[in-house]
């Protein structure tokens, strides 16, 4: 499906990812719309409907998601599993009333079970619980997996399932309490630089693994998941490269020009000792690699935030 002159809603539109996914939609002729909290609640049925009737999407991108840090989670998981589920719910079913042609779903790496063979692969997402504290987020997607398969077969109602890497690149979120490895990596290496700190000392080992996706190669495979007819199955989004923590970190202390020790506090810990994807899947549906490499990621994403330092 051709996306010129198409129109597409993108819930969260205005978020980190949502205004890369924007720009890669309206780069391909689309009538981006990018909505949020405050124009339509998505847990509520009259506003779904409302959106729909206003809005007349041809494709909607589903990016909104009730979610946070490991405290969040812990303190929400009854209405972080509750919220994301009913937007998904909400907008399949009021999108099909309203004769939708395509749903786009972005799911989470939280809805694979712990105990998942690595590299992880699609095909493992159902034979365990998604558990910890992202647990019951990561239910919620994996049930909207499901939905999106079965509003295919009865309904006819296009859909796509992706799940992406841990996401990276300019305007993430460098707030404390937002921030994820990458943003919170750089901001304090910039800071111990700028302060002239002789070290810096970092959680747990530096030896647990993860994989990185920019945010601009995120995007471009959206959008070629929102123009393309693929079947509705989970589909990786990533690079396929694992790199440690240690690794990760020792990259950023060299890009922001920082020449003290690194040090690692092993009393603290390390979390979850590998976690990578299996991305054949994509490159056979949806033809995407990634493009970015990390080196050049993490230079783009320390020279924004040197111009856009968090106060």
């Known amino acids: ?23 890669a939609l309206a780069k391909r002729g689309a009538e981006v719309s990018p909505i949020g909290s405050s124009e339509y609640d998505l847990t509520n049925q009259s506003d779904v409907q409302r959106m729909y009737k206003e809005q007349h999407p041809d ?5 909104a998601a009730a979610c946070g840090g490991i405290g969040a989670n812990v303190e929400n998981p009854a209405r972080f599993l509750y919220e994301n589920a009913m937007m998904g719910l909400m907008l399949l079913e009021q999108g099909r009333q309203h004769e939708l042609k395509k749903f786009v779903l972005i799911s989470t790496t939280c809805s694979y079970p712990k105990d998942a063979p690595l590299p992880l692969q699609e095909d493992s997402i159902w034979t365990g619980k998604p558990v910890g504290a992202t647990g019951p987020y990561g239910m919620a997607k994996r049930l909207l997996h499901e939905a999106c398969e079965t509003y295919g077969r009865q309904y006819g109602l296009d859909c796509a399932v992706l799940v ?32 002239g700190l002789e070290s810096v000392s970092n959680w747990g080992t530096g030896s647990p693994t993860r994989e990185f996706l920019h945010v601009a190669d995120a995007a471009e495979a959206i959008a070629i998941a929102a123009e393309k007819d693929v079947d509705c199955v989970p589909i990786n989004l990533g690079t396929g490269i694992e790199t440690s923590i240690a690794e990760l970190t020792e990259l950023i202390a060299s890009t922001v020009g920082y020449e003290g020790e690194v040090e690692w506090d092993t009393s603290k810990p390390d979390g979850q000792p590998k976690r ?36």
């Open 1 to 23: 499906m051709s996306l010129q002159g198409k129109k597409v809603i993108v819930t969260g539109g205005r978020g980190f990812l949502g205004g890369f996914v924007c720009k």
């Open 59 to 63: 494709v909607v991108v589903h990016l």
């Open 164 to 195: 992406p890497a841990n996401l990276y690149g300019p305007e993430d979120h460098f707030e404390e309490e937002k921030s994820h490895v990458i943003p919170a990596i750089i901001r304090r290496y910039v800071e111990a630089k700028d302060a």
């Open 276 to 311: 990578y994807l299996d991305v054949s899947r994509c490159k056979e549906l949806l033809g995407f690699e990634a493009k970015i490499s990390l080196e050049d990621g993490i230079r783009e994403t320390v020279e924004w935030y040197r111009a856009n330092p968090v106060t």
